[in-house]
T-cell receptor, first 116, second 114 residues
Framework: AQKITQTQPGMFVQEKEAVTLDCTYD???????LFWYKQPSSGEMIFLIY??????QNATEGRYSLNFQKARKSANLVISASQLGDSAMYFC?????????????FGGGTRVLVKP | DVKVTQSSRYLVKRTGEKVFLECVQD?????MFWYRQDPGLGLRLIYF???????EKGDIPEGYSVSREKKERFSLILESASTNQTSMYLC?????????????FGDGTRLSIL
C-alpha cells in the first residue's frame, strides 16, 4: 500500500505567487516525521523542511511552510513568493520510528515550473 | 556541512557487467542508504546499512548487493547489470537516534546499461 501520495505530477506557477504541493500519508504509528526535499535538474536532493507528528506548530523555514493537518494525514508544502530557482522536483517523505536505520519512504514527487 | 560524495555522476556499462557504485560520507553517520529514482516512482530504497558490515534489504533489493567495510563508505554492486537497472542512483547518510534529522544525499549517479 502506498504510504506517501503526491497527487500532482506537475504544476505551473507564476513567479512571485504562492504554490501548494499536496502530500498525504498513511501510518498507524502516532509518532512519525515528515520531510520535504527539493531536487533541481542537476540532481542533488536538498532538504527543505521537517514536521514532527507531535509538533504543536506548523513548521516554517523562510519561504517554505508546512500545512500540517494531522487528522487528514496531510502535510502540504507551501512555497510563498515563487522564484525562478524554485523550478524543480519536490518530494515528500515520511519516517516512522519503527523503521530500522531511520529510513524514509518517499512519494512520487511533484514537478514545479515557475513561469516569469 | 555534511558531504556525501558519489564516485561518478554519469556511468555507461554493458549488460552482464559487474558494476560498482561508491559512496563516501564525511560526517561519521551511522546510517547509509542506496536509492534508485525513476520517473513517477519517486525514490525507492534498495539497501541500507546502520553500522559497519551490517546491511538490510530495502524495498527493491533484487539484482543488487552492498558492502560496508568502513563506516564512511557504502558501495552498491550490480552483480550482472541488466537494462532495467538503467536509472538514477542516490546515496544518502543520516545519524541514528535523532528522528528530526534529515538524510543527506549525494549528487546522484545516472547509470545507463546498454
Amino acid at each position: 500500500a502506498q504510504k506517501i501520495t503526491q497527487t500532482q505530477p506537475g504544476m505551473f506557477v507564476q513567479e512571485k505567487e504562492a504554490v501548494t504541493l499536496d502530500c498525504t500519508y498513511d501510518t498507524s504509528d502516532p509518532s512519525y516525521g515528515l520531510f520535504w526535499y527539493k531536487q533541481p535538474s542537476s540532481g542533488e536532493m536538498i532538504f527543505l523542511i521537517y514536521q514532527g507528528s507531535y509538533d504543536q506548530q506548523n513548521a516554517t523555514e523562510g519561504r517554505y511552510s508546512l500545512n500540517f493537518q494531522k487528522a487528514r494525514k496531510s502535510a502540504n508544502l507551501v512555497i510563498s513568493a515563487s522564484q525562478l530557482g524554485d523550478s524543480a522536483m519536490y518530494f515528500c517523505a515520511m519516517r516512522e520510528p519503527k523503521a530500522a536505520g531511520n529510513k524514509l519512504t518517499f512519494g512520487g514527487g511533484t514537478r514545479v515550473l515557475v513561469k516569469p | 556541512d555534511v558531504k556525501v560524495t558519489q564516485s561518478s555522476r554519469y556511468l555507461v556499462k554493458r549488460t552482464g557487467e559487474k558494476v560498482f557504485l561508491e559512496c563516501v560520507q564525511d560526517m561519521d553517520h551511522e546510517n547509509m542508504f542506496w536509492y534508485r529514482q525513476d520517473p513517477g516512482l519517486g525514490l525507492r530504497l534498495i539497501y541500507f546499512s546502520y553500522d559497519v558490515k551490517m546491511k538490510e534489504k530495502g524495498d527493491i533489493p533484487e539484482g543488487y548487493s552492498v558492502s560496508r567495510e568502513k563506516k564512511e563508505r557504502f558501495s552498491l554492486i550490480l552483480e550482472s547489470a541488466s537494462t532495467n537497472q538503467t536509472s538514477m542512483y542516490l546515496c544518502a547518510s543520516s545519524v541514528t537516534g535523532h528522528s528530526n534529522q534529515p538524510q543527506h544525499f549525494g549528487d546522484g549517479t545516472r547509470l545507463s546499461i546498454l
